[in-house]
Nanobody, 121 residues
Framework: QVQLVESGGGLVQPGGSLRLSCVVS????????IGWFRQAPGKDREGVSC??????FYADSVTERFTISRDNAKNTVYLPMNSLKPEDTAVYYC????????????????WGQGTQVTVSS
């Protein structure tokens, strides 16, 4: 049974930082695309970043602010987020794909429950 559990969300002021974590069980981490997605109120879910076989991908809106990484020994994928902006406010989801998922929501088969990130002064 595949499970993804996110943590690390919270309330932060603009310019602040958070680190999201996604603990994955039930699959071999380095054989899957592991992605981070987010969904703001009233908006579609969008891809933020993903990692596969040492390659990383980022949405233009987060490049140079977010850095995805993976610890295979802990079956955990991290997303440190710096220089946060109010427009980064959303529920952040971790997802896994055995196909070529990249940043496409439709390319992912397994999803976590999400963690809320709120950027506000």
């Amino acid at each position: 049974q595949v499970q993804l559990v996110e943590s690390g969300g919270g309330l932060v002021q603009p310019g602040g930082s958070l680190r999201l974590s996604c603990v994955v069980s039930g699959l071999t981490l380095d054989r899957y695309y592991i992605g981070w997605f987010r969904q703001a109120p009233g908006k579609d879910r969008e891809g933020v970043s993903c990692i596969y076989s040492g390659k990383t991908f980022y949405a233009d809106s987060v490049t140079e602010r977010f850095t995805i990484s993976r610890d295979n020994a802990k079956n955990t994928v991290y997303l440190p987020m710096n220089s946060l902006k109010p427009e980064d406010t959303a529920v952040y989801y971790c997802a896994a794909s055995g196909r070529v998922g990249v940043l496409l929501v439709s390319g992912y088969d397994y999803w976590g429950q999400g963690t809320q990130v709120t950027v506000s002064s």
